[in-house]
């Protein structure tokens, strides 16, 4: 069987993005945690299980061991059948590829400020500071230009893409924080997805605060 | 002609990576520089040319606009004849991916302390803090397990990968920090390669150090 490594909390944005990937293109897999915070994944690189002691991390039957969350789901495309998890076109493939990377690069004051426990452990955080907010007025601007004349997904049809931008979106949504209305409802319409509900739905820890 | 937008300073990984690839894959085009620090992107946004204000951008001849160099290179290697610029096989092109994206996001004190400029400016910098030394010791270690059996290159035949973990390499080897010697060999001879030395062969202007 298909091993996934995740992170503890379920609060990786990374890890859900794998999950999904798998769930849309059917394909079973075992799950487990690794407790960054305690130094597990520095033990289990020196089992040499996660070369550069990092989740996700996906190990196939044979052992095979791939790190990085977008090399997995594009492993994942190019290797698995069932649904796809991003665009056929490849300009429309290359703008989702820019998608997940700008959003895995910048933004980095609305990370810090609305982290991922704001969504999957309904926490509240301080106002926005200037610069998260210039952040934010950055990604609704660039939201905007990329919805133009889609409104329920990015490229007409729903690829992994659409879950990285509704997640950068959520972190304000969910926190009650001002969005453009149209982009809140294409975001909230993202989470009802069932492989995103099913991510949502794991059985989470309360936080350690240590 | 096909439009390049790269740093003033010849001195983004991002920008020499996706200026490579066009050279690898033997395309022409003409290249912009935009100064980052003078803000001279946003400027450019609000014509309509950088969406998400980031360099490398990348614009074909009927207006197609991609930024992101992962999402550039991976589009120049699917419609692009010529050379390749990943593997071909779907697991070793994975573990292409997954150095590029690892070297994008972590070992962030080698990038703080070891900037692009030791590189392309011969600065000089304080020696390394225990952080830096710590992400050190974890590069030479990821880079001796995927260099295991290949001298010149991580799978056998140059990739844009190669690339990314020689500029990594070379912030150490090219400032005097001990780096174990087959790496620095490895490093310096991918710094031989002819695309390589067109990105260094640029004009530099003197650092400005406002
Ligand atoms: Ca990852
Ligand atoms: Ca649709
Ligand atoms: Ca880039
Ligand atoms: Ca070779």
């Given at each position: 069987m298909r091993q996934l490594y995740v992170d503890a909390q379920y609060a990786s944005p990374?890890?859900?993005?794998?999950?999904?990937?798998?769930?849309?293109?059917?394909?079973?897999?075992?799950m487990h945690t690794v407790d960054l915070g305690a130094d597990a994944h520095k033990a289990a690189t020196l089992a040499g299980t996660l070369l550069t002691q990092r989740v996700p991390t996906l190990i196939e039957d044979d052992g095979f061991n791939l790190a990085e969350s977008s090399a997995i789901t594009e492993f994942l495309e190019d290797t698995a059948a069932g649904p796809a998890l991003y665009p056929t076109s490849p300009r429309q493939r290359a703008h989702a590829r820019q998608v997940q990377a700008w959003l895995r690069s910048d933004l980095m004051p609305i990370r810090?400020?609305?982290?991922?426990?704001?969504?999957?452990?309904?926490?509240?955080?301080?106002?926005?500071?200037?610069?998260?907010?210039?952040?934010?007025?950055?990604?609704?601007?660039?939201?905007?230009?990329?919805?133009?004349?889609h409104s329920?997904?990015?490229?007409?049809e729903w690829c992994l893409a659409d879950l990285d931008l509704a997640l950068m979106l959520n972190r304000l949504v969910?926190?009650?924080?001002?969005?453009?209305?149209?982009?809140?409802?294409?975001?909230?319409?993202?989470?009802?997805?069932?492989?995103?509900?099913?991510?949502?739905?794991?059985p989470r820890p309360g936080l350690s605060l240590s």
């Open positions: 990374y890890a859900m993005s794998v999950f999904v990937a798998l769930h849309e293109k059917g394909l079973p897999f075992e810090v400020e609305r982290p991922t426990e704001v969504i999957f452990f309904a926490q509240r955080r301080a106002p926005l500071s200037v610069e998260a907010e210039a952040a934010a007025q950055k990604l609704f601007s660039v939201a905007d230009t990329l919805l133009h004349g329920d997904d990015l490229f007409g969910m926190h009650g924080d001002p969005v453009p209305a149209h982009l809140a409802a294409y975001a909230t319409r993202q989470w009802q997805r069932r492989s995103v509900r099913e991510w949502l739905a794991l």
